[in-house]
């Protein structure tokens, strides 16, 4: 699937799409949900990460940006 049609489904602009890919802006959730309903994924293997609740003072690592 292309950027663009991607973005269209998810009622964005191909830039805007781009920034999130490329880190230059925060992706709302009710956008990370469309992602994941658009490319059939769940949110943990688009997040590539598991989604657990963090305790008090807890952060997640990094999440890893393998080519």
């Given at each position: 699937?292309?950027?663009a049609t991607l973005a269209d489904l998810t009622a964005i602009t191909q830039s805007t799409l781009s920034n999130y890919e490329n880190g230059k802006?925060?992706?709302p959730v009710s956008t990370l949900l469309k992602?994941?309903?658009h490319l059939d994924v769940d949110l943990e293997d688009l997040a590539g990460r598991p989604m657990r609740p963090r305790?008090?003072?807890e952060s997640?690592?990094?999440v890893s940006r393998s080519a």
């Open positions: 699937m292309s950027q802006r925060d992706l992602l994941a309903e305790r008090r003072g997640h690592p990094p």
